[in-house]
């Protein structure tokens, strides 16, 4: 078992996780965000969905196919027993997503506070380039993470923050002339302590040809 997969299966151990830092009762921004990108029948990934109800809200509106990706098999396991019968359409896959083969092709990849983790240039490279190889041509990543007036450490680990334009240069420097940055907004979040947290939101579009 890779050591952080260790550290974030004993997050998910060691507290309830509703009262964890980046818990919100209905993943209403990324429902919005998601359903008005993709129709029925249009593979969907959520990329370090640890226990988010955005799997849910997904599988109730009929979207999907869903993949849920996680390190932490305590975070698939505790999703999976909410869902139930739900869940049994959903593909739950353990994974370290910088190593990750995708087995499909996506039209969406969604991914709120999985990548700021990763700190290195390189497991950031790494992370964008599976990105781009799970994406069809023309589908959407959204990429949610601490902004740069953000918190500068989650969980017991450092952060990387980003600017939407800092972001998107990392992009376009990863992968030249394979995604356009479509939008971006920053927008605070309430945990469940009641402390306010600013991230941002980008999305791109993977470009149906390379420019
Ligand atoms: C802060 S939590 C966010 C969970 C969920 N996206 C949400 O919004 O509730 C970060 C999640 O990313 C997962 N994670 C961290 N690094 C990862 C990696 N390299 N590959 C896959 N999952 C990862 C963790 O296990 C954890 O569930």
Known sequence: ??????????????????????????????????????????????????????????VAAGLGPVTV???????????KTRLGAAGEAVDWVEADVTGWQPAHSYQLWHDRAAFHFLTDPGDQ???????????????????????????????GLPVQRWSPEALAEAVSSALPG????????????????????????SVFRKLREAR
Not at 69 to 79: E, I, K, P, T
């Open 125 to 155: 490279r790494r992370y964008l380039a599976v990105m781009d190889a799970a994406l069809a041509p023309g589908g959407h990543a959204i990429l949610i993470t601490f902004a740069d007036d953000g918190p500068e450490r989650c969980s």
């Open 69 to 79: 990706l996680d390190l932490s098999d305590a975070a698939l396991g505790l999703a």
């Open 1 to 58: 078992m890779a050591a952080d997969a260790e550290h974030w299966n004993a997050v998910y151990g060691r507290r309830e996780e509703t009262s964890l830092s980046w818990h919100e009762g209905d993943a209403e921004r990324s429902f919005r965000l998601v359903s008005g990108l993709v129709g029925p029948g249009e593979r969907v990934i959520d990329v370090g969905g640890g226990t988010s109800r955005l799997v849910d809200r997904l």
């Open 178 to 201: 394979r995604f356009e940055a479509v939008e971006a907004e920053r927008f605070a979040h309430l945990t469940p302590a009641g402390a306010t947290q600013n991230f941002q939101t």
